[in-house]
């Protein structure tokens, strides 16, 4: 298993990279036992102003998985927190592959036990279905629209790309967009 640093604005000591590799790699080498070094786990450092943010990223069965933690004092704190969610995520993919028959996950590990896991559904059920004009408008009116409505996202037809896209507000405040190829 290989793990890959993204340091981006942040002065984290070579000291602490080498110990949060260890730690990732002790964490996570059991789920990563097959093809180990084709496996790879992305760990993102951000100095912000509410202290060390923290972005996990790996791959597992197929999925694409994430955490993202923040912490004011310290970078592995906020890596601990970050691979408990990983951790989390792999347990919910784990049973949710087990129950689909579709793809049965062939490890030999057992999962450690997690109090606070939500079961999954096998279902989704949607409870209310909104629709509305998609006239073409700028990002700006789209950020502008969004913030009048008090959402957190805002689904538009973009006027430069004619385009479906959707603008969110992100945790720091500031805002991003999502467009299809």
Do not use: W
């Amino acid at each position: 298993m290989l793990v890959r640093f993204n340091i981006k604005e942040s002065n984290v000591s070579e000291k602490d990279l080498a110990t949060m590799e260890k730690k990732v790699a002790q964490r996570f080498r059991r789920y990563f036992t097959q093809d180990s070094t084709e496996t790879v786990v992305y760990v993102k450092i951000c100095d912000r102003k509410l202290g060390f943010k923290v972005e996990l990223t790996t791959q597992y069965l197929s999925y694409d998985l994430r955490a993202e933690t923040t912490d004011k004092v310290s970078c592995i704190a906020a890596l601990d927190r970050a691979m408990d969610i990983l951790e989390r995520q792999i347990a919910k993919c784990k049973t949710k592959l087990a129950r689909s028959k579709h793809l049965t996950p062939e490890l030999d590990v057992s999962l450690p036990k997690i109090d606070n896991l939500e079961e999954e559904p096998e279902i989704y059920s949607v409870v209310r279905i909104k629709s509305y004009d998609m006239k073409p408008i700028t990002v700006q009116d789209a950020i502008m629209e969004m913030n009048m409505l008090g959402h957190v996202f805002f689904t538009f037809l973009n006027k430069e790309t004619n385009k479906v896209s959707t603008v969110y507000k992100r945790d720091d405040g500031d805002y991003g967009m999502i467009e299809p190829l």
